[in-house]
């Protein structure tokens, strides 16, 4: 009896032990879902007007100025374009474009796809980046009309809990009308409809597939990709991305796709609110790297460039005069780019001959056939052109680091140089003549290929050369100095424009280089310095051997045999060094020179790489780079190299 009584007393115990756990657990579920409510309710009610979503609150936007902070260059983020358009006014090859990119299941999920974040999540591990990704078009249109982009919890929060009260309220298109109405597609521009007209001179509705593509390309990075910006190889290539998504979602065929990417798209013409276009793109590249797009947007940045708003002006006019004269050689493209040895400050920056002007010949598909772009920068493009003979110094300078003189005797005559690749090398002369014994300073200065490889191969050496030009700034010459062999001396590397000004900077400055620079200070908008230019000078090559290179680079007479005394090297009252380089193939033509104080180069040629009339740049490139010395030149005060010691000019 007593045992019976003793269970039923565990047994009531027990019970009520499972009943007060039930009623806590109840309790903490009931408490958890009404702090979630409370939660859901206090963000949610923070849901923008329908409104809202088609204005942007004022932002004060960044200026970019010249070296003085008087000439205003380029507003970033000022004056928007935009123009409201319902869904229907809007191509339904855009729309589609949009959702195959940007988010493919959109009108199957909640606004929030967890599938595509599990899948963004992973590969950003993978890559060892933690960055959110996957985000739906509903969480953009949240994102960027009513959230700050901190990385923070409490903003992830906030816009889950506005995704889905957006999508609880409003449906599908509506949502898609106000994602296309706002969205950034280019500095400036927002919004299907104004980016439709800036870009192709149309309307949305008007799109063609490729178009429709393209601006589709945009939205990921929208300075980046802009069609005016100077990544126009980076926003095609993205372009036929989006087309391969389309035709891997079913909105349109495969053969639709590859027929997309072969069309020609023509760009309308870009409004001139933008003064030394390719330099300022330059820094806008750098400004967004460094401080990301949103603060460029509103913290009222003023960038006080280096460069010098006359010489820009003079740089211009110099490469609009010559245009159609290097034409009648074949060459429909020109750059010109000028710096200071001593500061490393770009003073002007001329990426083509017209940066507003049509590429050309019309139909020509860019980074394939055109002979003219006119947004590509030469100056700073790609992996570079070919230099030519404007190697040959970085040889000349390197033999006479190792104690060679400029009068030493070198004999120019057929020579086989052995097997490099799987020929003899035999290089010839560029007027098939051969001089027999010549003094280095002759040879250098008349520019003599044989006695240049003999330098290169006998006296300087090929490794040693190499790693000479790219001390002295040549960033493109990557590979092992037997992959370029001893033709890189005579032009058989690639390289940019300007790091060849930067590197022959390294011979104005006495063997000191200083990095190239666009910035002289940023402010923020109280003006508070919050960057400032402070390049560190570095000794990087012998003084004596600089000294000597120069006083070749710099004798006219020891040139006149080849060029004549008054060649387009030639500056009467100014003591300049100078040096032409063209390549075998005529492809391109360049001339570089410079006193102690200003260093400018030219080069002349193709986009495409096609061939120019068989001239050398003495005759092509030379007469830009003489006309901009004549200009500039009064800026500066006349001054002489420094000779090497113990030795005196012939002139």
Known sequence: MAERKFKREIYGQKKRMIFRILIFVSLGFFLTALLGSAVFLYYAKDLPRPEKFTEREFVESTKIYDRTGQILLYEMFSEEKREIVPLSEISDYLKKAVISTEDAKFYSHNGI??????????????RGDLSYGGSTISQQLIRSTFLSTQKTAERKTR???????????????????????????????????????????????????????????VIKMPSHYSPFG????????????????????????????????????????????????????????????????????EGGFKVYTTLDWEMQEEAEKVITDNIERIKKYKA?????????????????????????????????????DCLFEPKVNIATYGIGRQPGSAFKPFA???????????????????TDFGVWGNSHYTPQNYDG???????????????????????????????????????????????????????????????????????????ANDGIKVSPSYILKIEDSKGRIIEQNNKTPRSI???????????????????????????????????????????NSYRDAWAIGYTPSICVGVWAG???????????????????????????LPKFPKEDFILPEGYANPE
């Open 541 to 583: 090559l012998d003084q004596q051997a600089v000294r000597m290179l120069n006083s070749v680079l710099s004798d006219n007479t020891a040139r006149t045999p080849m060029f004549g005394a008054n060649s387009s090297l030639y500056i009467p009252g100014w003591q300049t060094a100078a040096k032409t380089g063209t390549t």
């Open 606 to 632: 193709n986009n495409d790489n096609t061939p120019m009339s068989e001239k050398s740049s003495i005759t092509i490139s030379g007469p830009i780079w003489k006309s901009f010395m004549l200009k500039i």
């Open 433 to 507: 003549l051969f001089r027999g014994p010549v003094t280095l300073r002759s040879a250098l200065a008349q520019s003599l290929n044989i006695p240049a490889v003999k330098v290169l191969l006998y006296l300087a050496g090929l490794e040693d050369t190499l790693e000479t030009a790219k001390r002295a700034g040549l960033t493109t010459l990557g590979n092992p100095a037997s992959f370029y062999g001893p033709s890189i001396v005579l032009g058989g590397g690639e390289v940019k424009l300007l790091d060849m000004v930067s590197a022959y900077g390294v011979f």
């Open 332 to 368: 429909y493209n020109t750059s010109l780019a000028a710096l200071s040895p001593k500061t490393g400050e770009i003073l002007a920056m001329v990426g083509s001959s017209d940066w507003f002007s049509k590429s050309y010949p019309e139909g020509c598909i860019s980074g394939k």
């Open 113 to 126: 796809d967890f599938t595509g974040i599990l899948r963004a999540f992973k590969l950003n591990w993978n």
């Open 230 to 297: 100077k990544h126009l190889d980076q926003l095609l290539a993205r372009k036929d991305y989006v087309l391969d998504r389309m035709a891997q979602e079913n909105y349109i065929t495969k053969d639709e796709a590859e027929e997309a990417k072969k069309e020609d798209l023509k760009f309308a013409q870009f409004a001139n609110t933008i003064k030394a276009p390719h330099f300022v793109l330059e820094v806008q590249d750098y400004l967004i790297k460094t401080y990301g797009e949103t603060s460029l947007r």
């Open 396 to 414: 000349y300078v390197t033999a006479f680091q190792k104690g060679h003189k400029a009068e030493e005797i070198v004999v120019d005559e057929y």
């Open 159 to 217: 816009e889950i809990i506005l995704t889905l009260e957006l999508e609880r309220k409003y449906g599908k298109d509506q949502i898609l009308e106000w994602y296309l109405n706002q969205i950034p597609l280019g500095i400036n521009i927002y919004g299907a409809e104004s980016a439709s007209k800036t870009y192709f001179n149309k309307r949305a509705k008007d799109l063609t597939l490729a178009e429709s593509a393209l601006l589709a390309a």
